[in-house]
DNA sequence: ATAGGGTTAG
């Protein structure tokens, strides 16, 4: 413990030579490597200096810094720091030193930890300083900072919401480091809204705070306007874009597809008197990537190298990206061959851009055999290339070689991912192997990966194909538990399999997963899943449909749910049926009324019903027929002969009345 | 005495 304390308080006196005047320390030019024999030696020599630039002896005055007068403890303050760094007891240690360590060098122990990711040392040193009042501004920054790497936000968050002070709440380093730890974080909605509250309680933002939440856009929806958003706010401010700013922009512009805008930025940046570096040629040319402007790219590529800069591995990995896009296939090749020659292509990303492209342009062939010389030639794979394959020969329809393919890739590799495995699974339907696609799904459960969308959605095509409607149908009730919304084709299609089979019950379960869903639905649909429910006799959903969907079904499905309902729908529900069917403009005709009275006059219990449905009548203008009104007098008995005369006679005058207008 | 950015890639 105590050498090598000594050791590295040795290699620390190197790095600061104005320490190597004091004679605790041996020797401030001895490199790190030489041995403690040679140290020794050469002690002696050292203090002789002859050989030194600025040759000092005892008779020199002593350097004109404070730090001959501090050393005592200055010396002590380092020691300290080197041994609560290196303490197995963090708090005993912060304890013994407390006298000897000042707020600064606790902030150079909090750095240090954070450098070496020792989150949970950070952690208790930063408590035990809040606790023992030996904390400064520089502290919370730092620690917050860390916090971020640590990909700790919550701790972060709470950190800074303890602060109790406003003043401290609102200084700029400990804003910009909360800020930047959410951003880091992945947390952009949220570092934007403490932004603004921050901004409310007195922060005045400055250039680097405007820069993070700047390289929070890149990875974000809409992260372009959002951007410009903060570049205006920056400007209006008075505060003015810098290289790093520009930097980050063009990112955002990148990965947002605003090619021209990148453009302008990067020509602007320019005139503005800051040079480009190598990252922002690198995103200039990416977005170029997205449009395949390869014209551009080049000459893009030739500024670059006139200033200087050398293309590197990423800037040429991306220039082959423009030839793909651009579907310059030959200057691809050529591009992919100095890549090789330089070394850039010892993994199989370049390669994969290439046979992706080809297979995308239609030439699959080709696009293979790039896979096999690279295969050939032993570069390192981690089986992307096998997926891009088996995608491509899935979309060309070439299902046995993409089964080939994914069973090669099982023989050899042993990494399963959520898309390799909907890779695997998309070849194994499309070649029509259960075996294989049931082996794939107990893999994903062996493996705990929960299936996607894709993988739910390529799965119930795949039943589906084979007739397996059952089947198809339990899945899409999982993918839909599992908070997936499945798409409308084809849920549309399931539910028309689904009737056909007659599983009523199931088509309408589809139905009811696609109407709460977000997504708008086809209108025919409703219609569609009517008629099912009228074959199956599930007469209340069908109800429920035509009620919720009145103005979308047609009146010749009205009528067909009518006469379906007023025949063996329950008899509780009949008038309620009436005044929906009469309220979406239906004219009931006498026929309709008449089953319904018949129904009534089966179930006399009823009467009530039928009473109030006579009374409604006339309201919409309805009468019944002579041989209804027979039907009823003959059955009047039932429901009370005074009542049904009345009713009957207002019908009567009712309709008299009408005619004769 | 502390805070910032960017590149290829399912």
New binding site residues.
């Given amino acids: 413990m105590e050498l090598s304390a000594i050791g590295t308080g040795f290699n620390y006196a190197l790095t600061c030579p104005a320490q190597s005047y004091f004679p605790l320390i041996p020797s401030a030019s001895a490199p790190t490597t030489t041995t403690r024999r040679k140290n020794s030696q050469r002690t002696s020599a050292v203090t002789a200096t002859p050989l030194l630039k600025e040759p000092r002896n005892e008779s020199q005055p002593p350097p004109p810094s404070g730090q001959r007068r501090h050393s005592k403890s200055y010396l002590a303050r380092q020691a300290a720091i080197l041994e609560v760094q290196q303490s197995s007891d963090l708090d005993s240690a912060l304890q013994r030193l407390e006298g000897t360590l000042k ?2 060098d606790l ?1 150079v122990i909090l ?1 240090n930890f954070g450098k070496q990711s020792r989150w949970n040392d950070l952690s208790q040193l930063f408590d035990w300083m809040q606790q023992n009042d030996k904390i ?4 919370f ?2 620690c917050i ?1 860390f916090m ?1 790497k640590s990909l700790n936000p919550m701790r972060a968050l709470e950190i800074y919401s303890n602060i109790p002070d406003e003043a401290i709440k609102s ?3 400990i804003c ?2 909360v800020l ?1 730890c959410l ?2 974080s992945g947390k952009f909605d949220i570092s934007t809204k403490l932004f603004h509250k921050m901004k409310q309680n007195g922060l005045t933002p ?4 405007y ?2 939440l700047l ?1 929070g856009c ?1 990875k974000v929806k809409h992260g372009y306007s959002k951007a410009l958003d903060l570049v205006q706010e920056l400007k209006y401010n008075g505060l003015q874009m ?7 922009l063009l ?1 955002v512009c ?2 947002n597809n605003q090619c021209e805008e990148a453009e302008s930025y990067f020509n602007q940046m320019k005139d503005e008197g800051h040079s480009p ?4 040629y ?2 200039l040319l ?1 977005a170029y ?1 997205a449009v395949g402007n390869y014209r551009k790219a080049e000459e893009l590529v030739q500024d670059m190298k006139s200033l200087g800069l050398v293309p ?4 040429r ?2 220039l082959l ?1 423009v030839y793909v896009r651009g579907g310059l296939f030959e200057k691809s090749r050529e591009l992919l061959l100095e890549l090789e020659a330089l070394g850039y292509a010892e ?1 199989e ?2 390669y ?2 290439l046979m ?1 492209g080809l297979a995308k342009a239609g030439n699959i062939n080709e696009a293979r055999s790039i896979f096999d010389e690279m295969k050939e030639k032993g570069v390192k794979s981690d ?2 290339s096998h ?1 891009i394959m088996i995608s491509a020969y899935c979309r060309g329809g070439f299902f046995e070689e993409a089964k080939q393919l994914a069973k090669d890739f099982e023989a050899q590799y042993d990494k399963y ?1 959520l ?2 495995l909907n ?1 695997l699974l998309c070849a194994y339907c499309r070649a029509d192997d259960m075996e294989s696609v049931m082996q794939t799904m107990m893999k994903m459960d062996e493996l705990r990966i929960s299936p996607s969308y894709t993988t739910f959605h390529i799965l119930i095509k795949y039943f589906c194909k084979q007739k397996l409607y059952l089947l198809a149908y339990r899945t899409m009730e999982d993918m839909h538990r599992k908070g997936h919304q499945p798409q409308e084709e084809l849920c549309s299609s399931l539910i028309f399999y689904l009737g056909k089979t007659k599983a009523h019950p199931e088509a309408f379960s589809v139905y009811t997963m696609l109407k709460y869903g977000k997504r708008t639905m086809c209108k025919a649909l409703h219609e569609k899943i009517l008629h099912i429910l009228l074959s199956g006799q599930l007469l209340k959903d069908a109800y429920v449909v035509v009620k919720d969907n009145t103005e979308l079904i047609s009146q010749a499905a009205i009528k067909k749910f009518a006469n379906a309902f007023m025949k063996l729908g329950n008899i509780n529900m009949i008038n309620d049926v009436m005044k929906v069917i009469h309220g979406s403009g239906y004219k009931i005709d006498q026929e309709l009324f008449q089953m319904a009275i018949s129904r009534y006059i089966e179930n006399p219990e009823k009467k009530d019903l039928l009473l109030q449905l006579l009374k409604w009548m006339p309201g919409q203008g309805y009468a019944v027929d002579s041989s209804t009104r027979n039907l009823i007098l003959k059955n009047s008995h039932l429901f009370g002969c005074q009542l049904i005369a009345e009713i009957l006679s207002r019908q009567q005058m009712m309709s008299k009345a009408l005619k004769s207008h």
């Fill in positions: 707020v600064q902030n750095r400064s501004v520089a502290s920054s730092s900072k971020g200084n700029v380093f910009n480091s930047s951003v880091r400055d250039v680097i705070t820069s993070m390289a890149i810098d290289s790093v700013m520009y930097g980050t990112a990148a990965s570096n190598i990252f922002h690198s995103s990416n990537s590197n591995k990423v800037i990995t991306t990206k993994d990303m370049p994969c851009l992706d089986g992307y997926s991912d898309v390799m890779t």
